[in-house]
């Protein structure tokens, strides 16, 4: 199987763990969360300007991963954070992230 993103991955490939992060914009101070199974060839993608979704934002630091055994839990996740509750523990998070 080819390494893609989480999102793109053939279903079956459940023995994976998968990871929920959150980078944030050092120029914008925007947040940006999404899940892969390979967490550092992701944020490679990322800071070298290879997402689409972020080279924008550059330059991005990472201020929280959480690790999941399965991809529907990293999904909720993921989805959880993008909520207004979950926007609000974002915020909370990088401020301790700051210190």
């Known amino acids: 199987m080819v390494d893609l993103p989480a999102g793109r991955q053939a279903r079956g490939s459940q023995n994976k763990m ?11 101070g925007v947040f940006y969360k999404g899940l892969t199974n390979n967490l550092e060839r992701r944020l490679q993608e990322h800071l070298q ?18 690790i999941c ?17 979950g926007r609000e523990i974002v915020q909370e998070l990088a401020e301790v992230v700051e210190w």
């Open 18 to 28: 998968y990871y929920v992060y959150i980078l944030q914009s050092m120029s914008k």
């Open 49 to 66: 300007g290879k997402s689409p979704s972020t080279k924008h934002l550059l330059p991005v630091k990472l201020i929280h991963v959480e």
């Open 69 to 85: 055994r399965d991809r529907n839990r990293a999904r909720e996740l993921e989805i959880f954070f993008k909520s207004g509750f």
